[in-house]
Nanobody, 120 residues
Framework: VQVVESGGGLVQAGGSLRLSCAAS????????MGWYRQAPGKQRELVAR???????TYADSVKGRFTISELNTENTMYLQMNSLKPDDTAVYFC???????????????WGQGTQVTVSS
């Protein structure tokens, strides 16, 4: 199983970016996927998460600005980030909690991360 993020980059404050995350491999079922971020010197924190049923959770700091999409048929989901602020600068990681067909229990898989930098 692989989880791959893309879409990071440099943007000015007030701008927008869209991150994508794709899970691939011998997947039986994805239960939820989420975005986390880690800024230098800080702990990794949840940004947004969506379950297979479409239930969403957002960090208070991004509510009203970020939107996580539902999974599509290609096991890909997106994070639309609007009204970006310098405080949003971080490495953004995607995680997927899923059942690999060869496993005996669901596991969490992480992507390698994508850098988002918001300039003031």
């Amino acid at each position: 199983v692989q989880v791959v993020e893309s879409g990071g980059g440099l943007v000015q404050a007030g701008g927008s970016l869209r991150l994508s995350c794709a899970a691939s491999g011998n997947i039986y079922q994805i239960y939820f996927m989420g975005w986390y971020r880690q800024a230098p010197g800080k702990q990794r924190e949840l940004v947004a998460r969506i379950t297979k049923d479409g239930s969403t959770t957002y960090a208070d700091s991004v509510k009203g600005r970020f939107t996580i999409s539902e999974l599509n048929t290609e096991n890909t989901m997106y994070l639309q980030m609007n009204s970006l602020k310098p405080d949003d600068t971080a490495v953004y990681f995607c995680s997927a909690n899923l059942f690999d067909r060869t496993a005996i229990a669901p596991q969490e898989y992480w992507g390698q991360g994508t850098q988002v930098t918001v300039s003031s």
